[in-house]
């Protein structure tokens, strides 16, 4: 018998809230969350009492929220001990800590806090223990903490603040932490202020601070550093990694003269020559390898070494690149195989083969790329776990997943996937496994997709890659004439099936389209709500596809390129001198595009292969050239 997690909170599993057996009545609950919204106490009692529904505490939340009131004290904090932890808790006990603030009411308030984000809850509750008699030192040493930060923090604040400013606590090196917060990734109109805090000869430095912060090229200025002191040289050293990015040139001569005028540390000048390797590499630089190579081998992390490979195989560095990687452990996959392509290109067939070998193993791009060259078949390795189905009942009938469902049922996504969330994360590895399979069932294809990555369950192939909107696919795709594998991979890959998913680019649906792509392809307005829409979405986004694959001549690997990136930057991204295309892949210079192009097509080989269908997508590749 295996252990089930009975430890969580109450909301997740354990506490039973509704009659398991009972129909549920969503109109019921509609009703009671109106009353609850908008009637009086004692409305509200009566629609709860007699509501036999999973989301019935959300009934209770509404009205919590709403009208939080001392007289209801005891109901209010059983209801957040039951719910701790859980989405239900916080909007509750928010309204009840800003009530509570506002009544003054001391103890309760301490009592009822819970560490948060939010600077005036915490404030309030600091400024309450103080005056309650805590230790003056334990609490002001947490004001510091919450000063020093590089943001303005709430007016609330102020008095407490003021108060750990007169006893002293607020030390010149707090200040210069602050300004360096401020000045370094922070809000840069607090440096005024903070200028006013430091002592009269370090004023200027708040100056030269935001100088630099909004113009880094000012850094260059040497004339600009007086004293040529430490703090001084923190600006320098900052103005100088934010120059990189902008005038290369600029920032290479300043560095040269920067580096003997401040007596910077080991650690300091690595952080140089790390910030400078990665942008000079990005851009293809001709100083790129010179730079990449200063870095010490504790700072070449993943990210500098896939640098390292990007700009050797821009050179085509056969020799370079078997030198630098062969030897090396914990080589990514693509590592592995342009190692072995580098033994190909010297004539080291035989090595090439055995190490395309063992990548042609795995179920990725370079996996199926290395199957390609070797003619060996796919295998798509689907090895799913077992499941246990007393423990998927058992999850099945947990009060969590049941407000999961209803909100789902309803609509409300959002929420929904905050409860999904909360059950899962705090379940074991054998109970999400079995809410993976409740959520595939009811086709929450993101939350099984989410919720296997987070036990990585990578085998667990058809729950991973299901086919969704399978028949709605094959329709539009047909009608695009384009595969409809490869439609499904981009749907795959932009939102994980999940119809209402929305960017920070306001990309909306399964297929992730702007609502100006969705008009231009439409030939005509479409409102943005129906971009959620499954049909709509997925018709819309395949006929987008169809047109880049024509505006790109047929070729498949440039339109996915240009579906992440846009058509005209593709264009610019073209050699002038043609090169393969998997070199061409490796070598696009947004990492987002980058990788993007290489997961759908693996995405696409997956469901090619689920199809039944034969053959390797990725083979033509081998063959193909860009540019020129």
């Not at 000079?280 to 504790?298: C, E, I, R, Y």
């Not at 947004?590 to 192009?597: I, M």
């Amino acid at each position: 018998m295996k252990k089930y997690l009975l430890n969580v909170a109450a909301a997740a599993f354990i506490f039973p809230l509704y009659s398991a057996g009972a129909s549920i009545d969503n109109d019921a609950f509609l009703d009671a969350e109106k009353k609850a919204r908008y009637g009086s106490y004692q409305d509200f009692k009566e629609a709860v009492s007699g509501l036999n529904h999973p989301l019935k505490p959300y009934v209770e939340k509404t009205y919590w929220q709403r009208n939080p009131n001392f007289k209801y004290q005891a109901e209010i904090e059983d209801y957040l001990t039951v719910y701790q932890h859980t989405p239900l808790e916080w909007p509750v006990r928010k309204a009840w800590l800003e009530y509570l603030k506002d009544k003054n009411k001391k103890a309760a308030y301490i009592r009822n806090y819970r560490q948060t984000s939010n600077a005036e809850l915490t404030c309030a509750y600091l400024d309450f223990q103080l005056d309650l008699g805590a230790p003056e030192k334990a609490i002001f040493n947490q004001v510091t903490d919450l000063w020093a930060v590089g943001k303005s923090q709430p007016n609330e604040c102020d008095a407490l603040f003021s108060q750990w400013r007169k006893k002293g606590y607020m030390k010149e090196e707090t200040v210069w932490q602050r300004v360096t917060l401020a000045a370094q990734g922070g809000t840069q109109s607090l440096l005024p202020y903070l200028k006013t805090l430091l002592p009269k000869n370090e004023r200027y430095l708040a100056d030269l601070y935001l100088k630099v912060r909004r113009d880094p090229s000012a850094a260059a200025g040497l004339y600009r550093y007086k004293n040529k002191s430490a703090k001084e040289g923190e600006i320098a050293l900052y103005g100088v990694k934010r120059l990189i990015w902008r005038d290369k040139e600029l920032a290479l001569k300043a560095w040269e003269k920067l580096e003997k005028i401040f007596n910077y540390s080991e650690a300091s000048k690595a952080d140089v020559y790390y910030t400078f390797a990665l942008s000079l590499a990005s851009s293809g630089h001709k100083q790129a390898s010179f730079w990449l190579n200063k870095v010490p081998k504790d700072r070449q992390d993943k990210k500098l070494i896939q640098w390292q490979l990007g700009n050797m195989l821009k050179t085509q560095d056969w020799e370079g690149i078997a030198a630098f990687f062969t030897g090396k452990e914990d080589l990514s996959l693509g590592q592995q195989y342009w190692l072995a392509y580098s033994y190909a290109k010297r004539g080291e067939q035989q090595k090439a083969d055995d190490i395309w070998k063992k990548v042609a193993a795995n179920r990725d791009y370079y996996g199926f790329l290395a199957a390609a060259r070797l003619g060996l078949p796919i295998d798509l390795n689907n090895h799913p776990l077992a499941v246990d189905q007393k423990l998927v009942d058992k999850v099945s009938n947990a009060p969590g997943f049941k407000r999961a469902k209803a909100l789902y049922d309803i609509e409300r996504f959002t929420s929904a996937r905050r409860e999904w969330n909360y059950l899962t994360d705090t379940s074991s590895a054998d109970e999400k496994l079995a809410a993976s399979i409740l959520s595939t069932d009811l086709g929450w294809h993101d939350s099984t997709i989410f919720t296997l990555a987070k036990i990585k369950a990578w085998d667990n192939v058809e729950q991973r890659f299901p086919f969704a909107y399978q028949d709605v696919f094959e329709r539009y795709s047909k009608r695009s004439k384009i595969d409809p594998a490869w439609s499904i991979a981009i749907a795959r890959r932009e939102s994980s099936f999940a119809p209402d998913a929305r960017s920070h680019a306001n990309a909306r649906g399964l297929m992730q389209l702007l609502p100006s792509t969705a008009e231009y392809v439409n030939k005509g307005s479409v409102s943005s709500n129906r971009l959620y829409q499954p049909k709509t979405n997925i018709r819309l986004g395949t006929s987008y596809l169809q047109y880049l694959k024509k505006k790109n001549h047929g070729n498949e690997v440039l339109a996915t390129a240009s579906y992440n990136a846009g058509y005209h930057r593709i264009k610019r991204w073209l050699p002038d001198e043609a090169i393969p295309a998997e070199l061409w892949v490796e070598l696009i210079p947004y990492r987002e595009t980058r990788d993007y192009v290489k997961n759908v097509f693996a995405y696409r080989q997956v469901y090619h292969t689920r199809m039944g269908r034969e053959g390797n997508i990725l083979a033509p590749l081998l063959e193909m050239k860009m540019g020129g």
